[in-house]
């Protein structure tokens, strides 16, 4: 794999849907999605611990019908992730859909995944400490890193405490592959993760509860800016 995997697409802000909060909001997955990707989410990726490979397939297919809607009439990019279902991906792929997929420390290993699915997709891995991003270098085949949780989460009920913003910066900068940073940020603490060397900020929450998503992914792109920091911003 050579080259820059991520060009033409705009990682500043990534969304990861989840089901129940949209619904609780009073909408569809695949609403949400149109709504955020027109306000400028630029990664999406389709995350749903509660229904099977059957349902998650049309799920996915659903999303990226959103995603192509948003983007109709524009030159964006904005790829599709997988939350782990290695299958699915498969299938999709096999449709000849354009998806890729994110895995967790405990999922589906990279390699496994790479010998499944190609050098074609992009994948994302979680990571937390040095010895994950030192193995992630090693074995290869990692297009993007998710740090976090940055800040305290109730969307993944099994995350840990947030590490903070300090330390998210350290780890960004020993990660040597392109970073996001995930849990528990909304457009009121973004502008705090400017200046830690991400490519983006990824939501589930500040997007998924909000009234109106489309303005929400527009404030969460305005506070973060281009992941620098403002003039005389201090850490
Ligand atoms: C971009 C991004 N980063 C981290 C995660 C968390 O993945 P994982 O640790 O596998 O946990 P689950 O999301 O599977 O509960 C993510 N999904 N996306
Ligand atoms: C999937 C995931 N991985 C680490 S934290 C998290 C959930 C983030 O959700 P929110 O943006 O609502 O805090
Ligand atoms: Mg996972």
Redesign the pocket.
């Known amino acids: 794999m050579s080259g820059d995997r991520l060009a033409g697409i705009d990682t500043r802000l990534y969304l990861?849907t989840?089901t129940a909060?949209c619904a609780g909001a009073g909408r569809t997955v695949a609403e949400t999605v149109r709504a955020a990707v027109t306000g400028g989410a630029g990664v999406v990726q389709v995350?749903d611990k509660d229904i099977d490979d059957a349902e998650f397939l049309v799920l996915t297919r659903e999303v990226i019908t959103a995603v192509t809607e948003a983007t109709a009439g524009t030159d964006r990019r904005v790829p599709v992730f997988l939350?782990d279902r290695v299958a699915v991906a498969r299938r999709l792929l096999d449709e000849g859909s354009d998806v890729h997929i994110h895995v967790?420390q405990t999922d589906t290993p990279v390699a496994e995944v790479r010998d499944l699915l190609g050098d074609g997709p992009l994948v994302g891995l979680?990571a937390a400490e040095p010895e994950e991003f030192a193995t992630a270098q090693e074995t290869g085949g990692v297009d993007l890193v998710?740090i976090?949780?940055?800040?305290?989460?109730?969307?993944?009920t099994d995350?840990p405490a947030g590490i903070g913003p300090d330390r998210l910066g350290e780890l960004t900068a020993s990660a040597g592959i392109p970073a996001v940073a995930?849990?528990?940020?909304?457009a009121e603490r973004a502008h705090e993760l400017r200046g830690r060397g991400l490519v983006g900020i990824?939501?589930?929450?500040?997007?998924?509860?909000a009234e109106d998503p489309e303005q929400a992914a527009a404030d969460l792109l305005d506070a973060f800016g281009d992941g620098t920091r403002k003039d005389g911003e201090q850490a």
Do not use: E, L, M
């Open positions: 990861v989840d909060q995350r939350n967790g979680s998710g976090g949780p940055v800040f305290d989460t109730t969307t993944k995350a995930i849990g528990g940020i909304d990824c939501v589930v929450s500040a997007i998924c509860r």
